[in-house]
């Protein structure tokens, strides 16, 4: 009886000594996770805040401009590039419609007699994507390119109106301009507008 006692008296000892030595060892491994954790999430979120700062911004226009159209069944508009001072490789734009409202498109590139930039690009593809409805240009700098920056007329959107079909818009999307003088942060923010299309 005295033996059980005894042991009974030692598993309690060692039952101490266990929680005095543990409990410290379990505070120490918990403190070392959450570190661990806290160190992790401060690097995702920095990596984060990397991938997201914002770029250098150079500002551009694409608008339309209403023309003297010679065929009164058509409507035509002139599209002016505006750069400003900032140096151009190479643009490409597309043009949104309905189709139910506008038919017969025809965008083609159009020279401005005024604007050197005008006269210094020239196009590498033009085409119709029936699956998004958009007509589509891409334009780059001629390799005898004489201006790289400016405003002028780059290209000519023409139409036909549906009769007593409803209002609808004609408007850019996809708007891409480079520069081989702009750093891997910059970039163009381009500012368009609309063409309201109604049947008065």
Do not use: C
């Amino acid at each position: 009886m005295e033996k059980i006692t005894n042991i009974f008296t030692n598993f309690q000892l060692s039952k101490k000594k266990m929680l005095l030595i543990g409990t410290p060892v379990v505070i120490l491994i918990i403190g070392i996770i959450i570190t661990l954790i806290f160190l992790s999430n401060r690097q995702s979120n920095e990596k984060s805040t990397a991938t997201q700062a914002p770029k250098n911004a150079f500002f551009a226009s694409l608008t339309f401009q209403p023309t003297e159209s010679q065929d009164p069944e058509r409507r035509s508009y002139s599209i002016a590039l505006d750069v400003g001072a900032n140096s151009l490789s190479t643009i490409e734009f597309s043009i949104k419609y309905d189709p139910n409202v506008v038919s017969e498109v025809l965008l083609t590139q159009e020279l401005d007699p005024t604007s050197a930039l005008s006269n210094s690009i020239e196009v590498t593809e033009n085409f119709y994507n029936e699956k998004s409805e958009r007509n589509t240009m891409k334009l780059k700098l001629k390799a005898d390119a004489t201006e790289q920056n400016g405003r002028g007329i780059i290209a000519n959107i023409s139409f036909k109106t549906t009769p007593g079909a409803s209002a609808s818009i004609l408007e850019f999307s996809d708007v891409i301009i480079t520069s081989d003088t702009l750093g891997p942060d910059d970039e163009f923010l381009t500012q368009t507008n609309t063409i309201a299309i109604d049947q008065n």
